[in-house]
């Protein structure tokens, strides 16, 4: 039986390969795929970041966001601080245990995206970037 070919079923597959991919990374144990990825994106910031741009990163609902976040200090690799004037905005700060990940995640990360990426031409992969971010457009 031959299967039509629709955009969402094939982001779907990709989803569910990357998170295995991402579940096995060389935290092992020690965090999941998911608070892997997020220290991933809090080691590589520059400046303040906040549980709103943990959100919008990874487009979850601020509940989801709360209880990830909850979970990683009280696994002791973040703290969050009250920022001065507003109590209520917590600044997201990585603890030194998240530091001490800090090469085994950024490798696992880089080396997901060098396999994800092997033999794609640049320029396909500029269409695939223009596409995939107009489909998220597409889906608020």
Not at 23 to 45: E, I, N, W
Not at 58 to 72: G, H, I
Request: hydrophobic letters at 40%; one cysteine or more.
């Amino acid at each position: 039986m031959e299967q039509s070919r629709h955009a969402a079923r094939y982001v779907s597959k990709l989803s569910n390969k990357l998170r295995r991919k991402i579940d096995a990374f060389s935290t092992r144990g020690q965090m999941s795929g998911a608070q892997g990825k997020v220290l991933h994106f809090l080691l590589a910031q520059s400046g303040d970041v906040f549980q709103k741009d943990v959100e919008e990163e990874f487009s979850l609902r601020p509940s989801s966001a709360t209880e990830l976040l909850k979970r990683m200090e009280q696994d002791g690799f973040i703290r969050r601080e009250s920022m001065p004037g507003d109590a209520r905005r917590k600044r997201i700060v990585v603890c030194e245990k998240g530091l001490a990940y800090k090469e085994a995640v950024m490798a696992d990360i880089l080396g997901l995206e060098a396999e994800l990426t092997r033999g794609v031409d640049p320029g396909d992969l500029e269409t695939f970037f223009r596409v995939i971010e107009q489909m998220l457009k597409n889906i608020p």
